[in-house]
């Protein structure tokens, strides 16, 4: 009889722990930001300062679309209701979130344009040029800093609260210089690459709503999704996640959101 209770016993133990082993599920969400319709390029930067190293004049690093239409720095993050918790991360991100997160000064220009950094996630100003810089970034849940970066250096730093839009990042002593920063808790986020692509790895199952924005559309209120077109003022979609891998195909922007 003892044998008999220890074996169920036993038997409820390993349950337990499969359930709470292999229970939950994740999904991989790919998509590609595209463009719908003609882009009128940025006018150039002016330079006012350092034009000996920096020229007369650099391209707006804001909006970059390439030849196929493809848009980079779409980013998009987790968006919570109010009260709402956020699921707990994939173990892989624990590592992730520990990563320094590097931005540089890089021929008087900011790379990149758009950072994504977890609340308490280190991140390093860097400074490859050869002549002085500063980071002027404004928060406002965290405390803004204004801090001189001499050329060839580097300073570190640790935002530890959440933002419920991205930062601005810019640059006192060459004013033309400007980027962006998503200060979010949970990891789930992602920036589309110079061919549009993004991918967030590893959500739970389930469905999630996630902010999209970029640094000319600012929110993103209209887009369209597998044919069917999305309007949200504060640019808010929802994906349904199922296990493995789930390609949104083409996410179109129409280009007057980009003027």
């Known amino acids: 009889m003892r044998t008999a209770k220890f074996a169920v016993l036993l038997l409820g133990v390993l349950g337990f722990l499969s359930q709470n082993a292999f229970g939950q599920q994740w999904g991989t969400v790919k998509g590609r930001f595209v463009v719908n319709g003609k882009v009128k390029e940025l006018a150039d930067l002016v330079v006012t300062q350092d034009k000996q190293f920096c020229g007369n004049k650099l391209p707006d690093p ?4 390439d030849k196929d239409g493809n848009l980079q720095d779409a980013a998009l993050w987790l968006y919570l209701d109010r009260g709402a918790k956020a699921p707990d991360p994939h173990p892989m991100y624990t590592d992730k979130m520990k990563q320094t997160v590097v931005v540089d000064n890089k021929n008087c220009l ?9 609340a308490g996630q280190e991140i390093e100003f860097k400074n490859s040029d050869p002549i002085p810089h500063n980071f ?6 965290n405390n803004g800093i204004n801090q001189l970066v001499p050329a060839g250096g580097s300073i570190k730093h640790t935002f530890n609260a959440e933002e419920s839009a991205p930062m601005n990042a810019g640059c006192t002593i060459h004013g033309w210089m400007k980027s962006h920063i998503v200060m979010r808790e949970s990891p789930y986020m992602a920036v589309s690459a110079e061919n549009g692509t993004f991918t967030i790895e590893n959500l739970p199952v389930g469905k999630h709503q996630f902010q999209v924005w970029h640094p000319i559309a600012n929110y993103v209120k209209e887009m369209k999704i597998n044919g069917k077109t999305v309007k949200d003022r504060k640019g808010i979609i929802e994906i349904d996640v199922q296990p493995g891998d789930n390609n949104l195909g083409d996410i179109e922007i129409d280009s007057k959101l980009l003027k």
């Not at 804001?62 to 679309?65: F, I, P, Y």
């Not at 900011?110 to 977890?118: E, F, I, K, W």
């Open 136 to 141: 002027k970034i404004d928060g406002f849940k």
């Open 110 to 118: 900011y790379a990149p344009q758009v950072a994504l950094v977890c």
């Open 62 to 65: 804001a909006l970059h679309v």
